[in-house]
């Protein structure tokens, strides 16, 4: 069963027209092949080699401390500062057009605990089993969706 914040996010980011928040896979590709598409489309949009291989040394050099970063914030419920991260994360992806609905997904559950929490820090650190659960459980889903990006922009640099 889904948490309802999950339920909402799920029906806005499928009822969206913003690519990078609902984008539904190109029919008849896996995942890998999804993303070297939309990198094909990144570098016409740029026009620019340099420019392309800059955003994708800068993807290489980020993404994965990033991930670093949200794991350990979750391990020390650290629900304001994972927010930040994921929303420069979310930003990344835009850029690559790549699906944000698992980054926004995870800023809600965030921003849920936040406001539960009241600004009372004590219950802002508790360890919420449930909460880091199905972040840890996200982040392994971002992880595993910026994999293959990671690949093909690994390919890119090494041209």
Known sequence: ??????????????NSSHSSLGRTKLSG???ADDHRILLRRLKDEVEDEKTFS?????????????MKTIDAMIENCDWTNLRGVLHNLKGTMQVFNLNCKTAILMNELCREKITKANSNSTILREKDTSTISRLEELA????????????????????
């Open 1 to 14: 069963a889904l948490h309802p914040p999950e339920q909402l996010i799920n029906q806005m980011v499928d």
């Open 29 to 31: 590709t896996n995942d």
């Open 54 to 66: 800059d955003l994708c040394r800068l993807f290489v050099a980020n993404v994965p401390k990033c």
């Open 140 to 159: 392994t889903q971002l992880r595993s969706d910026l994999e293959s990006v990671l690949i093909e922009c690994r390919k890119v640099l090494t041209l």
